[in-house]
C-alpha cells in the first residue's frame, strides 16, 4: 500500500448526528418539517446522518435524508433488531445500517454522540439534553435548532447559568445555514496532511 493511500483521509464522509425528541407533541409545530430539512441538508450537503434510530424528530431526519438519497445510520438501545421492534418499539425503516448495541438509552447516548463528527439538537426532552451535555464534555461540535422548542430553546440559558462557557455551540432557526455552520466548523478540525 502506498504511503498516500494510508495517510489520505479525503474519501471519509463527515457524519453529523441529529438529536432530538422521540415524542414531539411540546415541541413547536413545525418542528418536524425543520428536522426533516435538517437530514436532508445533512445529505445534501455530503455528509452521513447518524440518529438514535427512533421515532419523533430523529426518524423525520432520517426521512429528510432518504428523500434525496442520503445514507442514515442509526444507533439503537436495543440488543437486536427483534428486541429493537418489539420491546423498544422503534422504527427500521429510512436507515440505511441500525447498530444494536444492546447498551439501553443511557448506554446508546454515549455510542451515538460519540460515533458522530458533530451533533445538531432539535427540540427535545431529557435525553437529547443527555446527548447535549456528552457531547459538550466531549469537546464537540454541536449546532442548535433554535425555535424549535424543548431543550433546543433552552440549552443557550443552560450553558450561561453553568459557567463552563458556550464550548463549541453554535445556534440557528435556519437547517440550511446550520448544517453549513456546522460541516464547515468539522472540516476546519479535520487533521491536515
Request: proline share 3%; aromatic share 6%.
Amino acid at each position: 500500500m502506498s504511503e498516500h493511500v494510508m495517510n489520505s483521509h479525503e474519501h471519509l464522509k463527515i457524519k453529523i448526528c441529529v438529536s432530538g425528541a422521540a415524542e414531539t407533541g411540546h415541541c413547536a409545530p413545525d418542528v418536524l418539517e425543520k428536522t426533516k430539512e435538517l437530514g436532508k441538508q445533512v445529505a445534501v450537503q455530503g455528509a452521513v446522518l447518524v440518529t438514535g434510530a427512533t421515532t419523533g424528530a430523529p426518524y423525520w431526519a432520517a426521512i429528510g435524508a432518504k428523500d434525496v438519497g442520503g445514507f442514515v445510520i442509526g444507533v439503537s438501545p436495543a440488543v437486536s433488531e427483534l428486541e429493537h421492534i418489539k420491546k423498544y418499539r422503534l422504527p427500521v425503516d429510512y436507515h440505511d445500517i441500525i447498530i444494536y448495541t444492546g447498551f439501553g438509552y443511557s448506554g446508546r447516548n454515549l455510542l451515538l454522540t460519540r460515533s458522530a463528527d458533530a451533533v445538531l439538537i432539535t427540540c427535545g426532552r431529557i435525553g437529547t439534553l443527555n446527548e447535549f451535555t456528552i457531547s459538550f464534555e466531549d469537546n464537540k461540535i454541536i449546532g442548535v435548532l433554535t425555535g424549535t422548542g424543548g431543550i433546543a430553546d433552552e440549552v443557550e440559558d443552560l450553558l450561561k447559568r453553568s459557567h463552563r462557557g458556550m464550548g463549541k455551540v453554535m445556534f440557528d432557526p435556519d437547517p440550511r445555514r446550520l448544517v453549513e455552520r456546522v460541516i464547515e466548523a468539522v472540516r476546519r478540525e479535520k487533521v491536515e496532511e
